[in-house]
Nanobody, 122 residues
């Protein structure tokens, strides 16, 4: 299971740190990613980590940082310089190593947690 948390209301320019607690499998052994669903748009990728590399989509580059704490079986998404258009539900997802997934959409990711709502508003 994956459980995302840490969402909330933040002003433009502010920061939030999302957490995704993993249970039932060892995070270090899996691919993991953050995705979001913003109003009126298809699901889009934020960042993902596989085979030792971390990938950021354009919406995240320079503003968001993904990290793992394998000892806590938890993955984080530090989001800085938040914009109004970052408002949405953020999900973490995982897949077994070797899984072919699309980091831009999340298609192929095998396990999804419930999302956490991020609202950026003044």
């Amino acid at each position: 299971q994956l459980q995302a948390s840490g969402g909330g209301l933040v002003q433009p320019g502010g920061s939030l740190r999302l957490s995704c607690a993993v249970s039932g499998f060892t995070l270090a052994d899996y691919y993991i990613g953050w995705f979001r669903q913003v109003p009126g748009k298809e699901r889009e990728g934020v960042s993902s980590s596989s085979d030792g590399s971390t990938y950021y989509t354009d919406i995240a580059k320079g503003r968001f940082t993904m990290s793992r704490d394998n000892a806590k079986n938890t993955v984080y998404l530090q989001m800085n310089s938040l914009k109004l258009e970052d408002t949405g539900v953020y999900y973490c997802a995982a897949a077994k190593p070797g899984t072919d997934y699309d980091g831009n959409t999340g298609h192929g990711m095998e396990y999804w947690g419930k999302g956490t709502l991020v609202t950026v508003s003044s």
